[in-house]
Structures are given as C-alpha cells and as structure tokens.
C-alpha cells in the first residue's frame, strides 16, 4: 500500500507537492483519508523529478517516515515532471530504501519512474505476476512493485508503447475484487495510471495535468478517476478510458 502522486506541465516548485500543500504527500503519508487497510504510511518515501530542459531525472529514496525526514533538501527546486510516493511495506518485503518507490530505469524512450498503489502479491495473483517475470531478470529488492516494474520496462524494451505496456501488465495481475492495484509510470513528458480498487484524483489545467491518491487540497477542480480505468496524460492531453473488464 501506499500514497502517491504524479505531475506534469508547466514548471512548479516540488515542495509545493510534497510538503506545502493542505493535503500534500507528507500528510497523506501521516494521514490519509481514504486509505484501506493502513492507517499511515511509515515505511520511508521517495520522489523523482525532472527539471525544466532535461531528460534525466533526480531521484531520492529513503526509509524514513516523510512526516520525520529533515535530510531531503530539494523542496525548492523546480520541475516540469514528477513521481512521489509513500510507502506502507506489503507483506514479507524488507524495510529498504531500494523497495520504496519510486523505481527509476532507464528504457529506449528515455527514464522511466513507476510506483504501485496496492499488493501485487495476494495470494489470488502472485504465482501468476511471478510465472511472467523473466528468469534473468535482475532485481535488487524483494517487492511486487519492482518486479511490475520489471514487466513494464521488458514491453517497453519489446517496442509497445509505455501506456499499452500499463495496460498489459494490470491484466497480467488479472485482479480481482480482493485485490488493489493502481499502477503509476512517469516519463518527462507523460503520465500512464491504472485505478483498481484504490482512489486516484486528477486535476486537469490548461498546461498541467496531476494526479493523486487523493486531492492536494480543497480545489474543486479534484475529479475522481474512474475504477478500472486507464489514464494517459501530457501537459496538454488527457484521455481516461475503461481497463478492459471491470472487478469482478
């Protein structure tokens, strides 16, 4: 389980994002509002971020709680994309920097920074999530996120495009109504998201598009993404469409 968030468009300071906001992600992570399961999200937090004219991003991982991290010293930079989370460990994964989201890897379209909301590992989905993993795989931790990540990036590296690359690994899980699963991958100029069973909100302007498991603040412009719903999203565009199915 966890928190997360994800930005696009016109530049914008990050710790308005993470920090600042009524409802940023330091507070969803010390108390979100419509989390299941956990109450807090005390497993450590991560953030990768693009800065205006630059295709590689910065990226910060650790275990502290964010409500408690005085270490992070970038809140005053600017950046045109970005991936933040809060992490609640699922079951059986250690307490490590390199299991917290977001993940980062490079891939032949440029870097790519992707968390999961939810547990890919439920007793319903997990043989299967693993069966599709190349045996050759390297990984460096011990989570479902990463090995989702590993599934994504070996589509992307097969040439389909990152938002089909989404889609096909959310019905690799095939999830049913016991699991939650909301997928999140970011580029420097693109958003993908699944929603299964987890909240995700999207506020659309005219030159930035943002997304998060729940509203940075009272806006009315915070819209819910449907349930079993695929979100593609630029700094101008956006197009929601159904998952194919729906829980079942």
């Known amino acids: 389980m966890c928190r997360h968030l994800a930005t ?11 920090f600042d906001s009524t409802h940023a992600l330091r507070a969803q992570g010390e108390a979100p509002r419509e989390m299941v399961v956990a109450k807090d999200n005390p497993d450590g937090w991560g953030v990768a971020w693009w800065e205006p004219s630059t295709r590689e991003p910065h990226h910060y991982r650790t275990t502290t709680p ?19 989370a809060v992490r609640k460990a699922s079951p059986d994964t250690t307490r490590d920097a390199v299991n917290n989201a977001p993940f980062v890897a490079g891939t032949r379209l440029g870097a790519v920074a992707f968390s999961l ?3 890919a590992f439920h007793a319903s989905c997990e043989s299967r999530v693993r069966r599709a993993l190349d045996p050759h795989a390297l990984l460096v931790g011990n989570t479902d996120s990463e090995v989702l990540f590993a599934l994504v990036r070996a589509r992307i590296a097969a040439g389909i495009d990152p938002e089909v690359a989404v889609a096909t690994v959310h019905h690799i899980i095939d999830p049913g109504p016991e699991v939650y699963v909301n997928l999140l ?13 987890h909240t995700l909100y999207l506020d659309h302007t005219p030159d930035r598009t943002t997304v998060a498991s729940e509203p940075l603040d009272g806006s009315p412009t915070w819209t819910r993404v449907p349930d079993a719903s695929l979100l593609i999203a630029s700094a101008t565009d956006l197009t929601i469409s159904p998952l194919e199915g729906s829980p079942r």
């Open 8 to 18: 696009i468009g016109a530049p914008q300071r990050i710790g308005n994002l993470l």
């Open 66 to 84: 964010m409500w408690d991290d005085t270490e992070f010293g970038y809140a005053d930079h600017t950046a045109t994309a970005v991936l933040g």
């Open 117 to 119: 909301n939810g547990h």
């Open 185 to 197: 991958l970011v580029m420097a100029d693109l958003i993908v998201a699944s929603t299964w069973n």
